[in-house]
T-cell receptor, first 112, second 111 residues
Framework: DAGITQSPRHKVTETGTPVTLRCHQTENHRYMYWYRQDPGHGLRLIHYSYGVKDTDKGEVSDGYSVSRSKTEDFLLTLESATSSQTSVYFC???????????FGEGSRLTVL | DAKTTQPTSMDCAEGRAANLPCNHSTISGNEYVYWYRQIHSQGPQYIIHGLKNNETNEMASLIITEDRKSSTLILPHATLRDTAVYYCIVSFSDSWGKFQFGAGTQVVVTP
């Protein structure tokens, strides 16, 4: 357990509405990541952060924005949700000096 | 980052060793080999990683060939709880966390 909490764990929303997913960590890790997982595509990196206010794009960042105003929170926002963003979203941190990723339990988002 | 090739699926009998192969023929000299697994609907779980030498921890052993073009993850005594998708990833040390997960190998452990 790496002290990662994702919220909400499940959400159903309608196309065009804004959605924010929260990743909260309790161990003061510097690096945090958002991945999405879809059948046939595996896990893909959306955005990552290497410190407060320091973020960068991953492989599939279009349609997503992130913010990190505090070390412990990394927010993923869908400004206007689309059906193609229906997915399971995983937050992760790296701990220590080995690059090991530790994942949260996931947030299942359904966009109708 | 180098790409990896893994078998789509494999079965293993409970109590036997499970040997999961991974091909990474284009790996660079300073790329690490990481193994993760994902039990249904949970977040992926780190298993082990290595650079050149074989590695062992409480979960598994990692055998890397001398030319580093392939590796094998060994689960010494598979249990039903080891049923999962296993991912082999290669990554530079400065790309921590920015992994490219492929399709992995679906391992089913049977009684």
């Amino acid at each position: 357990d790496a002290g990662i909490t994702q919220s909400p764990r499940h959400k159903v929303t309608e196309t065009g509405t804004p959605v924010t997913l929260r990743c909260h960590q309790t161990e003061n890790h510097r690096y945090m990541y958002w991945y999405r997982q879809d059948p046939g595509h595996g896990l893909r990196l959306i955005h990552y952060s290497y410190g407060v206010k320091d973020t960068d794009k991953g492989e599939v960042s279009d349609g997503y924005s992130v913010s990190r105003s505090k070390t412990e929170d990394f927010l993923l926002t869908l400004e206007s949700a689309t059906s193609s963003q229906t997915s399971v979203y995983f937050c992760a941190i790296t701990r220590g000096g080995t690059g090991e990723l530790f994942f949260g339990e996931g947030s299942r988002l359904t966009v109708l | 980052d180098a790409k990896t090739t893994q078998p789509t699926s494999m079965d293993c009998a409970e109590g036997r060793a499970a040997n999961l192969p991974c091909n990474h023929s284009t790996i660079s000299g300073n790329e690490y080999v990481y193994w993760y697994r994902q039990i249904h609907s949970q977040g992926p779980q780190y298993i082990i990683h290595g650079l050149k030498n074989n590695e062992t921890n409480e979960m598994a052993s990692l055998i890397i060939t001398e030319d580093r073009k392939s590796s094998t993850l060994i689960l010494p005594h598979a249990t039903l709880r080891d049923t999962a998708v296993y991912y082999c990833i290669v990554s530079f040390s400065d790309s921590w966390g920015k992994f490219q997960f492929g399709a992995g190998t679906q391992v089913v452990v049977t009684p």
